[in-house]
């Protein structure tokens, strides 16, 4: 089974308006309101491309009953651990450029934390657990690496969407695969990239440090994977940016779910690009026919 995990979810409320004006009562032209947080996001995509999988993490509240609610609306599995406050709600500004205002999330108790971790004693060789998204306030990044010892020592696989020191205290415990972005990765070495040559050099890095698969996402200019003795390039598929938020939680919905399906990085990857760009063509996250409709456009090649 696959098991998504996101620990702070939301409400990710779009508001469009012409023009923001800071500091004037400004009305918008449309708002909508989806269930939110990279897992979820993920756990979605998954669900577009047939794939059997389990959305976990914590809600409460009113805000959370509504997220509960929208994904069972789409016939996802969930086993949210009930949490006392309420899930945050995160604001996404469109007008003349994308604002996002993202609320903290709730505080968790420990009995809370104990309710949640004691589903990972059932986890076997067989299962896939990936952690996309930020921590909720109290919670400290030893949580996903004490989450990460426990998933390895049942010889689950997992995956964690994350950067900087915490990605890279990670990678000895061999994560089935990492995607940072390019200035992600650029960041997580403190270098400035000149071209693909050194995205490439920094990506290997991931793959010395312990990382199963290496993928680097580049936004509109594709993607990178690289295998110890390949390196694969792809050029995003041209057409007009809707939303591209999720469009990140989507490649790895679609390379981790493919993964698992087939054992073969390549075609992970081909998927990966697809629900990522299908994601980016959409006002919400890619559905099943688009990504259909993307998927014979990604060309690969080596590079
Ligand atoms: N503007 C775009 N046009 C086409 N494809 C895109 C676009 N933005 C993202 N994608 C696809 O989605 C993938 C992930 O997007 P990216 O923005 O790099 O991830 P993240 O959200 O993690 O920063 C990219 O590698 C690309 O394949
Ligand atoms: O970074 P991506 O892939 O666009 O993910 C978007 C999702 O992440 C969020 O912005 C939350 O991000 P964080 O968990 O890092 O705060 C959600 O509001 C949204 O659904």
Redesign the pocket.
Known sequence: MIYTVTVNPSIDYIVQLKELTLGEVNRMDYDNKLPGGKGINVSRILKELGLDNVALGFLGGFTGQFVKEELEKVGLKTNFTPVAEDTRINVKIKAQSETEINGRGPKISEAEVAAFKAQFDKLTADDVVIFAGSLAPNLDDNFYFDLIELIRSKGAQFVI?TTGESLLKTLAQKPLVV??????LADLFDVEFTGMDDIVKYGRKLLDLGAQHV?????????LMITKDKVYR?Y????T?IN?????????GGFVGTYAKTKDPLEAFRY??????A???SEDLADKAKIDEILPL?KIEEY
């Open positions: 969407d995607k940072p972005n390019n200035h992600e993928l680097i996402s580049m936004a509109g200019d594709g993607g792809s995003a598929p041209k057409g940016v591209s938020v999720g469009a990140g939680d989507s490649m790895i990966g690009l697809a629900c990522g760009s994601t980016a063509f990604i």
